[in-house]
């Protein structure tokens, strides 16, 4: 069972800068793609950033050039820097993550894991 674990939300000032964090924690062995979203309330769930194995990324408009995923494959963890905040990235931030896990009979199977949700507040 692989497990996804935020940590570095919190309340920042418009124009600040927060960054995410992502540890996946179980059998693993690759993670293919990771990506971060966010919900705020009222709203629906949309996909900010992700990045692949290889590097490649994918932004939102609305945070592009502000924010950058990173993904570090060996220590199964990824980063979401988020730079010049505005009060329109006020929302709850869930990271997720696709790769294989070691399976019953030691091959490798895949998985996909969200995390729990960490807060980000931008207000003065």
């Known amino acids: 069972q692989v497990e996804l674990v935020e940590s570095g939300g919190g309340l920042v000032q418009p124009g600040g800068s927060l960054r995410l964090s992502c540890i996946a924690s179980?059998?693993?062995?690759?993670?293919?793609?990771m990506g971060w979203y966010r919900q705020a309330p009222g709203k629906q769930r949309e996909l900010v950033a992700s990045?692949?194995?290889?590097?490649?990324?994918k932004y939102s408009d609305s945070v592009k050039g502000r924010f950058i995923i990173s993904l570090d494959n060996p220590n199964w963890m990824g980063d979401l820097q988020m730079n010049e905040l505005k009060p329109e990235d006020t929302a709850v931030y869930s990271c997720?993550?696709?790769?294989?896990?070691?399976?019953?009979?030691?091959?490798?199977?895949?998985?996909?894991?969200w995390g729990q949700g960490t807060q980000v507040t931008v207000s003065s």
């Open positions: 179980g059998e693993i062995f690759n993670i293919y793609n």
């Open positions: 990045i692949t194995k290889y590097g490649d990324t």
């Open positions: 997720n993550a696709a790769g294989a896990q070691v399976g019953p009979t030691g091959g490798a199977v895949p998985f996909e894991a």
